[in-house]
């Protein structure tokens, strides 16, 4: 990650368009918060690592918080963006299938840009602006995820909203172990896929029993 900080260090002396240099700063900020964590997204440190002012810095940002949810919707939008893209050339395939497509665009991802938004999203941290805006992001990134498995596997919408979190939860568990160097990239891929089949398995049980239930009683009345 700081590798790429350099880089956007080494191009900050150029004049860059406004569109370009606010990716920059976004990027920059989303490298430190990888390796310091949130409370490492001070307009300094941004300043500094991209090789210009404050001033400049908040010219894009009115303040920090402006800033960490820029990194979040930035990080969010092109993982949508990766996300769709595997998730149309996986249709028909199987949930399964599409969580791994999910998977490998996290891991893509978090390669290029580091993991540090990933673990924010969905947090519960001290901003409850960041908290809100963070989960509002995961909600819409889920929301094919949910309009697929209501269809594939007849659940009420309630249940696929359960489901996908437990999803986001098992993705997130298997990405913090892969973070830490517990985990290779194909074990992560691999162990979350398995987990979201079980989850997946577990909750199309449901309607198949009541399905059985109902041939059953209906082959009671129907018996002499």
Not at 60 to 87: C, K, M, Y
Not at 97 to 123: K, M, N, Q, T, Y
Not at 190 to 217: H, I, N, Q, Y
């Amino acid at each position: 990650m700081a590798r790429k900080a350099v880089r956007v260090a080494r191009r900050a002396g150029r004049r860059l368009p406004a569109s370009e240099r606010r990716r920059e700063l976004v990027r920059v900020a989303a490298d430190l918060m990888t390796s310091r964590g949130v409370d490492g997204v001070q307009f300094a440190e941004v300043a500094a690592a991209a090789g210009v002012t404050r001033p400049l810095v908040y010219r894009f940002f009115p303040n920090r918080q402006a800033l960490i949810i820029a990194v979040l919707e930035d990080f969010t939008a092109e993982l949508t963006s990766r996300f769709g893209h595997g998730f149309m050339r996986s249709i028909p395939g199987s949930n399964v299938e599409v969580a791994r497509v999910f998977v490998e665009a996290l891991c893509d991802l978090i390669d290029e840009r580091g993991a540090g938004p990933w673990h924010l999203l969905d947090s519960k941290g001290p901003d409850p602006e960041i908290a809100r805006i963070g989960q509002k992001l995961v909600d819409e990134l889920m929301a094919p995820w949910r309009a697929r498995l209501v269809e594939a596997i007849e659940i009420s919408p309630r249940e696929s909203m359960t489901l996908a979190r437990m999803i986001v939860a098992a993705g997130r568990a298997a990405i913090e172990l892969w973070s830490a160097g517990s985990l290779t990239r194909a074990e992560v891929v691999r162990d979350t896929t398995r987990g979201v089949s079980a989850l997946v398995e577990g909750f199309a049980a449901g309607p198949r029993e009541k399905a059985a239930r109902g041939e059953r009683r209906f082959g009671r009345k129907r018996s002499p």
